[in-house]
């Protein structure tokens, strides 16, 4: 079973030492961190801060690839147990893909040091943010819509400090996205994405039934359904997609539950999108390849291959890694600036893990896959979207 441990922490004296004598944090408030300050050297390095979502680390998916954009490669560091170790260029490497290492000019370590605060619960967010603000690191992350409502609150009254939502734009009262001179906001066309995968399933699919596993029913979550019921219609039109909702991004076991049970209903191939949840989805999938059945699983987010080897055909990436690495960028070059970007296949915002497993006709389905890809970014096929 997949680890539940998301609270992992790294703990910077330096930074503890500058708080107010020995007084305890705010409740509800953790504390920041990052990694024991090996030498007096790395001390001088620029302090760059992200604030997780309440997956965590460990979710191996949002905000996994948060934490590989920030630690491994802005930092050139690979967390160990309670302490960082400088990671080898090869393992940078390796962690790119093929896509992303090819990429002009390259990603490489930019020498800060990662400041990771967990948050436990939703009302965590904001003075897990003015904690940031308070130690003076100048680009504060924020992974995830659920932090919306905190980035607006907190970068409204700090003017002086930088800030990067990943996943939502700021909402005013009216409801209406609007922009903060020291804000910049991205947003993913992930629709695109689940096309394809939602294409590949039709083509893989002997059955006729695919499944989709979703979190929380919210707009931002429809948007993947949305996507992925269009891509099975384009490659399976007779193909029938049952949805299930777990209303959660934290609940491995009814993730699991829920995974199992589209097994059990007949589905071939099941899309899970629902973050913790959507590992026990793949948990489910994994124990049923493993039994015999012939089904397969998509993932989210992170490439998740190595959870299910024998099963996970692809993964629909949202590059929240590089979202956060050229932030922190940007800001080290002087070059950061505010607003709203939306990233989609065409930006290399969203795009598809590598399809590793054989399936019958793979060749042919890739190649469909590909061609759909080049449509979608020239603009002749318009993928529909339940909103951002």
Known sequence: MVSRSHSVFFVVLAMLLA??????EPAGVNKITSAPTPAPAAAEK???GLVLGLGGRG?????????????????????????????????????????????KPPITPLGITPVVVQSQVAEDYEPNLRLLVDQDVPLALAVGFMLEGAVEAVAAKSPGTHFLL?????????????????VRTVVYRSEEGCFLVGALAGLVSQGGKIGFVGGMEIPLVKQFETGFRAGVAATNPKATVVASYTGSFTNFALGKQVGQDLVTKGMDVIFAAAGVDGLGAIQAVKEARDAGRTVY????????????PKAMLTTVLKRVDLAVYEAVRDQLQG????????????????GLAPVRL????????????EELKAKIIAGEIQVPTAGR
């Open 358 to 369: 054989d399936f019958p006709g793979k060749e042919e389905a890739l190649r469909k896959v």
């Open 46 to 48: 620029p302090r760059m």
């Open 166 to 182: 990943v996943d939502s734009p700021l909402i005013n009262e009216k409801g209406e996205p609007y922009t903060l001179p020291n």
């Open 335 to 350: 070059r950061f600036q505010g607003g709203s970007l939306v990233l989609g296949l065409k930006e290399g915002g969203v």
């Open 297 to 308: 699983v998509m993932g989210v987010d992170s490439d998740q291959f190595h959870l299910a």
């Open 19 to 24: 708080c107010k004598s020995q007084k305890e």
């Open 59 to 103: 979710d191996q998916s949002f905000n996994d690839s948060a934490l590989r954009g920030l630690e491994l490669w802005a930092g050139g560091l690979k967390s160990v147990g309670a302490a960082y170790q400088e990671a080898s260029a090869q393992e940078v490497q390796d962690s790119l893909g093929p896509e992303l290492a090819q990429r």
